[in-house]
């Protein structure tokens, strides 16, 4: 059974020694697994390939996507030298499922790494974990002479989640743009080695709730007047993070001592103010975490990083509601969580806008391939596309299917401007939007829509057929973090619903 996975790895190091030693075909020409086919490198020549996640950052709060507020002046003046996606959508709405899809190109319900699973009457949660034999883009990227490193913000990307596979390095704490930044510098200086291109995954909390933004950010976007709750609990949170930076557990008590006694009970709405004083707080958190993005930037100029050898990814994982939805928070599937970011820029991208709709998927196929790996390399799991970043013309209509699961389970399904929401474990109708004309999704056009929402169901259907047999197929059942926690009964269940495979769940568990 461990088979598929190791086969795949030893195939493409043997490849790859081929490739070094110049006897394998140059990857592209007249591939045609892929839809789009503009030569990307030769192997020999591979970009470095450096993603910088900003993790909940929505994409309408940034001013290359409208933003009126002055959040993101460094991102804005990078995204005008790049290739900016204006349609790209996060495949869940939190940290875990989007990050898994990100590095295994599948979706959240193959790889089954969601934030939390409740469990039982009163829904204590489970915690999975990417499984072993899931083929990762650092993996591959590792495999084929990528120095690979992980300088990630902490919270759900940890070990023990499966996310380090395949990073040589890997460093998680929550301690914010800034200091991931340095630590990124650092790595680069110090232990990078020249002879190899590298593959940095930087990652920050920064935007992320708790909001902890430094005094003159706030000034910049909050109202001087306000001296309302969340004003305190900024101030606390703020003085409390500084003064233990680091320390484990300072996400849970920052959101439990200072903001959640601030913020409206569940199912209540804030006040006008202290809605706009909280947006300001999080406009804050961008404009820090775009001040560190600027640095990094020069940083790596000063270094000789920069286009001509160094593919730039600038992306999220999801982004951030403020009760568009009667919630606060990313646990919904709405255009506030799913609309991110999404900009390339490096050898052989072109520069200006893209229409078409792309998601998180797409990311491991295309960046391997625009990392020089033949079409033909790619690993069979992967379901996402390779985008042509050198052209600005959209690729074919595709659809996208975005998911969260947790208080709710949702699903979106977008064609085009289209998008259908639906509420699979509940009684809740559906709901359809016409995204072009209502972007905020205030007009719910379902009665309208009805044959619509009848025509796409053989599709969704099918869609959700395949996604059980891809699971099964490519080995993608989730590990348990905390199976020891579990009763017998509740390991069984796990077994039983391919969460765990008893093979291995030894392996893939820590105690907690
Ligand atoms: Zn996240």
Same mark, same amino acid.
């Given at each position: 059974?461990?088979?598929?996975r ?6 493409l190091?043997?490849g ?18 892929t839809?789009?086919? +503009? ?6 020549e591979?970009?470095?390939i450096?993603?910088?996640?900003m ?6 709060y940034l001013?290359m ?6 959040t993101?002046p460094s ?7 790049s290739?900016?996606?204006?349609? /790209? ?10 990050h898994? +899809?990100?590095?295994?190109?599948t ?5 089954g790494?969601w ?10 949660p489970i ?12 993996e591959v990227? #590792?495999?084929?002479?990528y120095?690979?490193?992980?300088i990630?913000d ?8 499966g ?6 390095t890997?460093d998680?704490?929550?301690?914010g743009?800034?200091?991931?930044v340095d630590?990124?510098l ?11 291109p590298?593959f940095?995954?930087?990652h ?17 976007f ?8 969340l004003r305190?609990?900024?101030q606390? /949170?703020?003085?409390?993070?500084v ?6 557990g300072a ?13 409206p009970e ?5 006040e ?6 909280l947006?300001?707080?999080?406009q804050?958190e961008?404009?820090?975490m775009?001040?560190?993005?600027g640095?990094?930037?020069g ?17 999220s994982? @999801? ?5 568009? @939805?009667?919630?606060y928070?990313?646990h ?5 969580t799913a @609309?991110?970011p999404?900009?390339?820029q ?8 893209r229409?078409?709709p792309?998601d998180?998927?797409?990311v491991?196929p295309?960046?391997?391939y625009?990392?020089g790996?033949d079409?033909?390399s ?8 390779v985008?042509d970043?050198?052209t600005t013309d959209?690729a ?7 998911e969260?699961?947790w208080?709710?389970?949702?699903l979106?399904w977008?064609?085009g401007?289209?998008?259908a ?7 809740? #109708?559906? *709901?359809?939007?016409e ?5 905020g999704e205030k ?6 829509q009805?044959?619509w929402l009848?025509?796409?169901?053989p599709?969704?259907?099918?869609? *959700?057929d395949k ?6 197929? @490519?080995?993608l059942?989730?590990g348990?973090?905390d ?6 009964e ?5 077994i039983?619903?391919g969460?765990?495979?008893?093979e291995?769940?030894?392996?893939e568990?820590?105690?907690?």
């Open positions: 059974m461990k088979f598929l190791d086969r795949f790895l030893l195939a190091a043997l790859g020694i081929l490739s070094a030693c110049g006897e394998s075909p140059a990857p592209g020409g007249s591939d045609s697994s839809q789009e086919s +503009s030569a990307p490198l030769r192997a020999d591979r970009p470095n450096l993603i910088f996640l993790d909940t950052q929505r994409a309408d001013g996507y409208g933003h009126e507020a002055p993101s991102l804005d003046a990078f995204a005008e030298e290739l900016v996606f204006d349609r /790209a959508f996060a495949p869940a709405s939190s940290t875990s499922p989007s898994a +899809s990100l590095f295994t190109s979706y959240p319900r193959i790889h790494v934030n939390r699973v409740p469990r039982g009457e009163d829904e204590e915690f999975p974990a990417l499984s072993q034999r899931a083929i990762t883009l650092a990227l #590792a495999e084929v002479g120095q690979t490193a992980a990630a902490g919270g759900n990307l940890q070990e023990n989640r996310f380090a596979q395949g990073f040589q890997w998680s704490k929550f301690l743009a800034d200091n991931r630590r990124a650092q790595w680069l200086d110090q232990e990078r080695k020249p002879d190899q590298f940095l995954f930087l920050t909390y920064q935007v992320h709730t708790p909001y902890v933004p430094a005094p003159e950010h706030v000034e910049r909050a109202d001087p007047n306000y001296q309302g709750p305190a609990a900024w606390g /949170a703020r003085d409390h993070w003064a233990n930076l680091g320390m484990k996400i849970r008590k920052l959101q439990g001592d200072y903001y959640r006694p601030a913020l569940e199912g209540e709405f804030p006008p103010e202290d809605l706009r004083f947006q300001a707080l999080y804050a961008i404009r820090q775009d001040t560190a993005f640095r990094l930037i940083e790596l100029k000063a270094r000789g990083i920069d286009r001509s050898n160094t593919l730039f990814l600038l992306t994982d @999801h982004g951030e509601e403020f009760w568009e @939805h009667g919630k928070g990313h919904q599937i709405y255009e506030s @609309h991110i999404f900009l390339v490096g050898p052989g991208t072109v520069t200006g806008r229409a078409d792309v998180l998927l797409d491991m295309t960046l391997l625009w990392g790996l079409a033909d790619l690993p069979p799991s992967m379901l996402g596309r985008l970043f050198g959209p074919a209509a595709h659809t996208i299917i975005g969260s699961n208080p709710e389970h949702q979106s977008r064609e401007e289209r998008k929401m639906f509420f699979p474990d509940s009684e809740r #109708a559906p *709901e359809v939007y995204l072009a004309q209502d972007p007009q719910d056009l379902a009665s309208r009805a044959a009848e025509a796409i169901q599709a969704k259907q099918a869609w *959700e996604a059980a047999d891809w699971q099964l197929e @490519h080995q059942a989730p348990v973090r199976w020891k926690r579990l009763s017998e509740e390991r069984n269940l796990m039983d619903l969460y765990v495979d008893p291995e769940f030894a392996d568990s820590d105690g907690d």
